[in-house]
């Protein structure tokens, strides 16, 4: 637009050197081959399970086995097999109990199932591990090709106005600012979800109930109860605060899925159009607008941030991961926290964080321990 | 010029903080062996209580001591079991607690390692302007 030198421009590479990105997506490797073993192993006691209870089971259908049994190491002599009926069987911890077959099947049944569920949660874990390596190598070809991020502190005089909304899910609004001088905001909600699935998509049918009622709000009355959105905007804010507590204990590669399912999730009706978000300035909560100020001003994202300080790295981590997704191209639908391809419409980005803290972070990224932080179990 | 031995003893500091660094990671690693450790027992106890919950009052139960198998008692089996549990339930406690203060310290060694960097490049730069 108008002024020359407003934003920034800096390379991907600078942000994310190839090596440390490769390095990282070959720790993921490791760590999921190593799942794989996992995986593999109890997949072998699963059918090990099963072979012994087909075997229990066949046992009692005669009063006595013929056998050949084991003396030794290398020895066996014939013998017979009575009581087929009695089971010894180990519950674990050297603990044994008496059971007849049939109880013990019962026994090997139950294990066989916790043994499924053993296998469906590492399947899970192997996912998200394919999710984080496939970031990863992306990010890494991506800095190899020389993607450059530009970037713009939002300034207060345009005729945009700027709503950042920091719910329940961190929503954040990117405006785009068109090469024409036309200015079209677009609301991206972007999520730094972490953890259970059941639990996000909860939430995320209240943010969107919440955005619904807001702008039916807006719809059918301009002047909006300030009051009351104030009310459910402080309720926002604080569950922000526990959410960014989460988010930055969440492992990365959880949120790196689910920022992808949050950009399915959300349709394209949810972004706002230009010509509401001046209406809906209005009845910003004030701690919104807070929060925008806060933006705006350039001011270090500290306030939000309340928590300790040792932190502080990774919520800049937050900060910056969303700029990798920014800085992709659209043929990279799996990675991006945000719209990206709609967000690169425009020949500026307006971002929340502000110029210094991603200086810092820039000088940060060089540290790669909290970044590629692995789940450790 | 001091500035020559002021940056030695600055590498010197940082070089201590670095092996203070990689002393906690190290523990902090144990801990999570263990943990894991403590984490598997339990799934089984807790496998073993459902298992004896399910069981007849008259069934016997034998325990694995040693060599030889010890009869027991039902409720004395149970028992057994439920202490271990609430044993490995405190020790997992006990080793959340720890490793979150190792991981505090950590991440302070870790700033301060940062910073100790900066005092250096930046008083070298300034060296290499002068």
Redesign the interface.
């Known amino acids: 637009m108008e002024a020359p030198i407003k934003g920034t421009v800096t390379s991907l590479s600078s942000l994310f050197p190839v090596e440390e990105a490769q390095k990282a997506s070959k720790r993921v490797e490791e760590s999921r081959t190593e799942r794989q073993k996992q995986l593999d192993q109890l997949r072998e006691f699963a059918a090990d399970n099963n072979t012994l209870i087909n075997l229990v089971q066949r046992l009692p259908d005669q009063l006595h086995h013929d056998i050949m049994v084991p003396f030794g190491k290398a020895a066996f002599f014939p013998g017979r097999l009575v009581h087929t009926n009695e089971f010894l069987v180990l519950l674990g911890e050297g603990h044994y109990a008496e059971r007849t077959a049939k109880q013990t099947v019962e026994i090997l049944n139950r294990r066989g199932k916790a043994l499924e569920v053993q296998v469906e949660a590492v399947k899970a874990l192997m996912q998200d591990l394919k999710a984080e390596a496939s970031f990863f190598d992306a990010t890494a070809s991506e800095s190899a090709d020389g993607l450059v991020e530009i970037r713009e502190d939002y300034v207060e005089e345009t005729s945009t106005k700027e709503a950042s909304m920091k719910g329940m899910y961190h929503l954040l609004l990117i405006y785009v600012l068109h090469i024409n001088g036309t200015v079209k905001p677009e609301l991206t909600i972007s999520s730094e979800a972490e953890n259970v699935p059941s639990v996000k998509d909860e939430e995320y049918d209240r943010i969107l109930s919440r955005l619904a009622e807001l702008e039916k709000e807006e719809e059918e009355a301009e002047n909006a109860n300030q009051e009351e959105l104030g009310e459910a905007g402080s309720d926002i804010s604080l569950d922000d605060v526990i959410l960014e507590e989460e988010m930055k204990s969440s492992e990365l590669k959880e949120r790196g899925e689910s920022r992808f399912q949050s950009t399915e999730k959300f349709p394209d009706n949810w972004h706002v159009e230009g010509s509401k978000s001046t209406s809906k300035e209005n009845c910003l909560p004030e701690n919104l607008a807070y929060g925008k100020f806060n933006l705006t001003e350039s001011a270090p994202r500290e306030p939000q941030v309340k928590e300790d300080a040792p932190r502080e790295p990774q919520a800049k981590e937050d900060v910056k991961a969303p700029v990798i997704a920014e800085a992709k191209a659209d043929a990279l639908p799996t990675k991006p926290r945000f719209d990206s391809s709609k967000a690169f419409t425009g020949s500026i980005i307006e971002h929340t964080s502000d110029v210094n803290s991603r200086e810092q972070s820039v000088s940060r990224s060089s540290k790669p321990v909290s970044r590629f932080k692995m789940q450790r179990k | 010029m001091a500035s020559p031995t002021v940056v030695r003893e600055l590498q010197r500091d940082l070089e201590n903080k670095a092996n203070d660094l990689s002393k906690l990671q190290k523990d902090i690693?144990k801990n999570?062996q263990i943990r894991?450790k403590y984490t598997i027992?339990l799934g089984?106890?807790e496998?073993?209580l459902?298992?004896?919950d399910?069981?007849n009052e008259d069934?016997?139960?034998?325990?694995?001591?040693g060599p030889v198998?010890v009869k027991?008692d039902m409720a004395e089996?149970k028992a057994n079991?439920k202490k271990?549990i609430e044993y490995i339930s405190t020790e997992l406690k006990r080793l959340d607690s720890t490793l979150q203060d190792l991981e505090?310290k950590q991440?302070?060694k870790?700033?301060t390692i940062?910073k100790l960097q900066q005092k250096i490049q930046s008083l070298q730069a300034g060296k290499g302007k002068a």
């Open positions: 690693s999570h894991k027992q089984e106890n496998l073993v459902k298992e004896l399910l069981l069934a016997n139960v034998f325990k694995l001591i198998l027991q089996a079991v271990r505090e991440n302070n870790k700033e940062l």
